[in-house]
């Protein structure tokens, strides 16, 4: 029996079946083509009767282990739920995107291996890789950070006082 004569006698049945275990025609259609596409990759053959028995039990294997997964997720969703972050009020995005501009702009009166220091080490660069990305000795990043963070809160005062 060709692989064509298998799905057009046995995809109805097993679609119905798994439209029956899962009530979700999606879902059951899923399972279904993903049990052919297992008997194709895992090259299984047989007698037409033991492969429907096989696409059977891989179908029913692929539904529990999905209600497994979909159980274990609702679980850990209200183990863990995710909220969604506080709305900020008009006044609250105001007031931090003026605080962003103030920043961006103090950074920008910095020289750019300041600002560079700054921003690299913000995203976790080791002083070694600071060093590197600035072309100076690793044993000088301390302090040449060390500078940076004061200029850029002069910066920022200067700005406060402006």
């Known amino acids: 029996m060709s692989f064509e ?4 006698d046995v995809y109805p049945r097993l679609h119905r079946y798994c439209t029956r275990m899962t009530s979700d025609s999606d879902v059951a259609e899923d399972a279904a083509q993903e049990a ?9 053959s047989g007698d037409p009767s033991g492969l429907k028995s096989w696409l059977f039990k891989v179908a029913t294997h692929l539904i529990r282990d999905r209600v497994r997964v979909e159980e274990n997720r609702a679980r850990l969703l209200e183990e863990n739920p995710v909220r ?3 709305v900020d009020t008009p006044a609250e995005e105001l ?3 003026e605080d962003v501009a103030r920043v961006r702009e103090a950074l920008d009166s910095l020289a750019e291996r300041d600002r560079t ?27 040449l950070l060390a500078r940076a ?3 850029l809160v002069r910066a920022l005062d200067d700005e406060d006082e402006s």
């Open 117 to 143: 220091l700054l921003l690299l080490r913000e995203e976790g660069f080791s002083y070694r890789e600071l060093a590197q990305a600035v072309d100076v000795k690793a044993s000088s990043v301390g302090t």
């Open 149 to 151: 963070r004061e200029r």
């Open 5 to 8: 004569q298998l799905f057009d």
């Open 95 to 97: 007031e931090r995107s």
């Open 84 to 86: 969604p972050p506080p």
């Open 36 to 44: 052919f596409v297992r008997l194709l990759d895992r090259n299984v």
